[in-house]
């Protein structure tokens, strides 16, 4: 599998933004993103989502495979049975398909980065599913589980559906000009104190959210069986609030983490 290298990312990244003689923030006002951004791009110390590889490489003038590879593609000058060479194609066509492959690319990553994801969610639902049907069978009424397991375990799918199927990989641009510590899209609104949302973290958020979510709805029931099998259900019902806090304030330290490392 091709593997994208940072450091060669950046400078490849940096010496074609000065051929254009664009500034950071020249570059960054195109893509609606900080120059603090195209900054840490440039030392490698972070990559563009996928949603940001197209309008990057055609402000760029260069192909979506030649930026991640950190290369130009050398251009062959093949004469075809007709005398021809490659160089008299004319330029207005080779761009357009160049640019259609790219786009084709970007859309693929992306629809196939969502794919697993649903899959993911999909088979996290089906445990879950299972999971609680067991603590059922081994005698804990639904009735006794719809405020602590049922609740969690719901509101953690719910919002990992969102995420999957809904939740946007870019940002407007002005989130990377302000400091702004909420995110609102439809019908859900995300607030965290003390953490900027922006173009260099959201991707990487999104990823944790979908993950400690995810976490949490097999981790919550799973926990309960293993409390009824050692103490019944006395040691669940010492057990089941300590839990939720611990599963809570781990999800919200993973989050805040990752948030700060790329904000």
């Given at each position: 599998?091709?593997?994208?290298?940072?450091?060669?990312?950046?400078?490849?990244?940096?010496?074609?933004?000065?051929?254009?003689?664009?500034?950071?923030?020249?570059?960054?006002?195109?893509?609606?993103?900080?120059?603090?951004?195209?900054?840490?791009?440039?030392?490698?110390?972070?990559?563009?989502?996928?949603?940001?590889?197209?309008?990057?490489?055609?402000?760029?003038?260069?192909?979506?495979?030649?930026?991640?590879?950190?290369?130009?593609?050398?251009?062959?000058?093949?004469?075809?049975?007709?005398?021809?060479?490659?160089?008299?194609?004319?330029?207005?066509?080779?761009?357009?398909?160049?640019?259609?492959?790219?786009?084709?690319?970007?859309?693929?990553?992306?629809?196939?980065?969502?794919?697993?994801?649903?899959?993911?969610f999909l088979i996290c639902t089906g445990?879950?599913?299972?999971?609680?049907?067991?603590?059922?069978?081994?005698?804990?009424?639904?009735?006794?589980?719809?405020?602590?397991?049922?609740?969690?375990?719901?509101?953690?799918?719910?919002?990992?559906?969102?995420?999957?199927?809904?939740?946007?990989?870019?940002?407007?641009?002005?989130?990377?000009?302000?400091?702004i510590n909420y995110v609102s899209q439809?019908?859900?609104?995300?607030?965290?104190?003390?953490?900027?949302?922006?173009?260099?973290?959201?991707?990487?958020?999104?990823?944790?959210?979908?993950?400690?979510?995810?976490?949490?709805?097999i981790l919550y029931p799973l926990i309960?069986?293993?409390?009824?099998?050692?103490?019944?259900?006395?040691?669940?019902?010492?057990?089941?609030?300590?839990?939720?806090?611990?599963?809570?304030?781990?999800?919200?330290?993973?989050?805040?983490?990752?948030?700060?490392?790329?904000?």
């Amino acid at each position: 599998m091709f593997q994208i290298d940072n450091e060669k990312f950046g400078v490849f990244l940096s010496s074609l933004r000065k051929e254009h003689q664009m500034t950071q923030q020249d570059l960054a006002d195109k893509l609606f993103v900080s120059n603090k951004t195209v900054s840490k791009w440039e030392r490698g110390a972070s990559l563009p989502g996928v949603s940001l590889l197209l309008p990057l490489a055609e402000a760029l003038d260069i192909s979506v495979s030649e930026l991640l590879r950190g290369e130009r593609t050398p251009q062959a000058n093949v004469e075809t049975d007709g005398g021809i060479s490659a160089d008299a194609v004319p330029t207005e066509t080779t761009d357009a398909t160049t640019d259609t492959i790219d786009a084709d690319i970007v859309l693929k990553t992306i629809q196939c980065r969502k794919k697993y994801w649903i899959w993911a969610f999909l088979i996290c639902t089906g445990i879950t599913t299972v999971e609680i049907l067991a603590l059922n069978a081994f005698g804990l009424a639904f009735e006794k589980m719809r405020g602590d397991i049922l609740l969690l375990c719901g509101l953690s799918l719910l919002f990992t559906g969102w995420f999957c199927f809904f939740a946007k990989e870019l940002l407007p641009g002005y989130y990377d000009d302000n400091k702004i510590n909420y995110v609102s899209q439809g019908p859900v609104r995300i607030h965290m104190q003390g953490l900027a949302f922006n173009n260099g973290n959201w991707p990487y958020l999104c990823t944790a959210f979908k993950i400690c979510l995810m976490a949490s709805s097999i981790l919550y029931p799973l926990i309960c069986g293993i409390c009824l099998a050692a103490g019944g259900i006395d040691l669940w019902e010492s057990a089941k609030k300590i839990s939720a806090v611990i599963i809570v304030l781990t999800m919200l330290a993973v989050i805040y983490g990752v948030g700060k490392k790329y904000e």
